[in-house]
Structure formats: structure tokens, C-alpha cells
């Protein structure tokens, strides 16, 4: 397991932009894939977006596929989510997670505390 970082969210206009970013401190980390997931208030854990260890395959939640890119800098130990025209639904507690190259949560072992993002209509 990692202990992983996220950083970038915050209170965004409709319409607006954020990055997100995930980081450890630990050489492992680059060895997992990372995935991206969200939780509303009241809701289950959905799937974002997650890359594997290479950052060459990346998957996405069908609908922020066209708004959301996911990317990773190795020589960083850093996963990045680029969210563009961010929607008021988008407001959620953002995790980042290591582990297994897949859409479920099962698939990941260490995850982050969160980054809330509001976005205000």
C-alpha cells in the first residue's frame, strides 16, 4: 500500500476548470494504477477516470469522458485529473486510489483523504 495526497480542488463556477492532483511520496506508487473516483453528498462512490502504472491506457465514466483527462507524470509520482467545463453535479468529494487497473473500487488498496469541489451554478 501507498499513502497518497490529493490536491486542486476547491469552489469553481459552472463552466470553469480544476486540476486535481494526487502525489505520493513513495517509489511504489509508480508501480499501480490510480484511479479517480467521486462522492456526492447522500450518493454511492462512483468511478471517474483511472490510468495504469505506464499512464499509456486510461478509462473513463462514459459521461465526463468528453470533459475529464487523466494523466500521470512518473518522475513526479503525480496522477493529474483535468476537469473542463465543470457542472454543478460535478460537485462531489474527489479520492484518488492505487491498486489494480479497473473501474471498481474493489480493484484499489490505498486511497486518499479527498478534495471536496463545489461547483456554483
Known amino acids: 500500500q501507498v499513502q497518497l495526497v490529493e490536491s486542486g480542488g476547491g469552489l469553481v463556477q459552472a463552466g470553469g476548470s480544476l486540476r486535481l492532483s494526487c502525489t505520493s511520496s513513495?517509489?511504489?506508487?509508480?508501480?499501480?494504477?490510480v484511479g479517480w473516483f467521486r462522492q456526492a453528498p447522500g450518493k454511492e462512490r462512483e468511478f471517474v477516470a483511472t490510468?495504469?502504472?505506464?499512464?499509456?491506457?486510461?478509462k473513463y465514466e462514459d459521461s465526463m469522458k468528453e470533459r475529464f483527462t487523466i494523466s500521470r507524470d512518473n518522475g513526479k509520482n503525480t496522477v493529474y485529473l483535468q476537469m473542463n467545463n465543470l457542472k454543478p453535479e460535478d460537485t462531489a468529494v474527489y479520492y484518488c486510489?492505487?491498486?489494480?487497473?479497473?473501474?471498481?473500487?474493489?480493484?484499489?488498496?490505498?486511497w486518499g483523504q479527498g478534495t471536496q469541489v463545489t461547483v456554483s451554478s
Open positions: 486510489a492505487a491498486g489494480a487497473y479497473g473501474t471498481s473500487q474493489y480493484a484499489y488498496v490505498s
Open positions: 513513495e517509489r511504489t506508487f509508480n508501480h499501480y494504477a
Open positions: 490510468v495504469d502504472w505506464s499512464g499509456t491506457n486510461t
